[in-house]
T-cell receptor
């Protein structure tokens, strides 16, 4: 069964600190992996997208990594800001079915001053 | 173009009533998707269109749910005889098969069934 699991479920950090969110997936055959940021009450916004051959992708203070062998991805947030408080969702799509995305349940991040 | 828009943003209805939501995708996007998201969960796929054709429907989409995209532009999602279990955020997304096929999401419609 295609699944995406994320950890931790929730995380509280102080402003300015770094954090790393984890994603494990069992989607096969793998096409690409995306990280989305979802603010409360809003739709998800794409942060990064990585294909099988990409190991790392950065978007400002966000850096995503992908290990296709172990089927793991991480999202590292550097120098966190209050506006980073949101749910971060790992999303995987399978080859031949890129129209349908498999979503993780998300990590709820709270950045405190 | 300011992105995907959805209307209304919030809807409160009584059990048994019908509701209809609208989604306007990014204008050049040929694919349009509907998802449902409950609190603390990731979005769940409901259905998607390529142009005006509805190509896939999830088993989550019971016969009380119907979606249309008559001219290949905006789409509507109707829920008939609403139940309390239908309370959720309904998200619309669009993408273009010409580019990376990244899905861009709208702000969602929050449905509360009393």
């Amino acid at each position: 069964k295609n699944q995406v699991e994320q950890s931790p479920q929730s995380l509280i950090i102080l402003e300015g600190k770094n954090c790393t969110l984890q994603c494990n997936y069992t989607v096969s055959p793998f096409s690409n992996l995306r990280w989305y940021k979802q603010d409360t009450g809003r739709g998800p916004v794409s942060l990064t997208i990585m294909t099988f051959s990409e190991n790392t992708k950065s978007n400002g203070r966000y850096t995503a990594t992908l290990d296709a062998d172990t089927k793991q991805s991480s999202l590292h947030i550097t120098a966190s800001q209050l506006s980073d408080s949101a749910s971060y969702i790992c999303v995987v799509s399978a080859s031949g079915a890129t129209n349908k995305l498999i979503f993780g349940t998300g990590t709820l991040l709270a950045v405190q001053p | 173009d300011t992105g995907v828009s959805q209307d209304p943003r919030h809807k409160i209805t009584k059990r048994g009533q019908n509701v209809t939501f609208r989604c306007d995708p990014i204008s050049e996007h040929n694919r349009l998707y509907w998802y449902r998201q409950t609190l603390g969960q990731g979005p769940e796929f409901l259905t998607y269109f390529q142009n005006e054709a509805q190509l896939e429907k999830s088993r989550l989409l019971s016969d009380r749910f119907s979606a249309e995209r008559p001219k290949g532009s905006f789409s509507t999602l109707e829920i008939q005889r609403t139940e309390q279990g239908d309370s959720a955020m309904y998200l619309c997304a669009s993408s273009s098969t010409v580019s990376t096929d990244t899905q861009y999401f709208g702000p969602g419609t929050r449905l509360t069934v009393l």
